[in-house]
């Protein structure tokens, strides 16, 4: 099997650093311009988070005042990241280079609590 840097479309550019290339993860059931060669099933990659106690006060006071709440944006974005990563470490351990019919699911677990899960099926792909 290629290396997953080498298993994605030649316009993009490199993403060393990424587990799976993020071009190689898509909401859809298939990856344009690839074959499905083999399904591992689902992976997941999960994080709780909670804003803190200064991040509480911060986006209380931002909350009261109407608008974005930043605090709370900053904290949602970076567990949407760290679950997407997550989630991809799990396919790599299949040496799956792609996931297919990626979701995120977020759910408030108790005070101030937040889970974040990103899911989706690990997949081999070979170019067509």
Do not use: K
């Amino acid at each position: 099997m290629s290396n997953s840097d080498d298993l994605h479309p030649e316009d993009l550019p490199e993403a060393s650093g990424w587990p799976i290339h993020p071009a190689m993860v898509t909401s859809a059931m298939e990856l344009h311009g690839f074959r499905i060669v083999r399904s591992y099933g689902v992976v997941q990659g999960l994080v709780v988070r909670s804003p803190g106690i200064r991040g509480g006060i911060s986006a209380s006071f931002q909350a009261m005042s109407g608008g974005n709440v930043d605090a709370l944006q900053q904290m949602c974005q970076t567990a949407r990241h760290d679950a997407f990563l997550m989630m991809m470490q799990d396919a790599v351990r299949y040496r799956a280079n792609g996931i297919l019919g990626f979701r995120y699911d977020t759910t408030d677990i108790g005070e101030g609590l937040t889970e974040v899960l990103a899911y989706g099926t690990a997949v081999s792909a070979e170019t067509e």
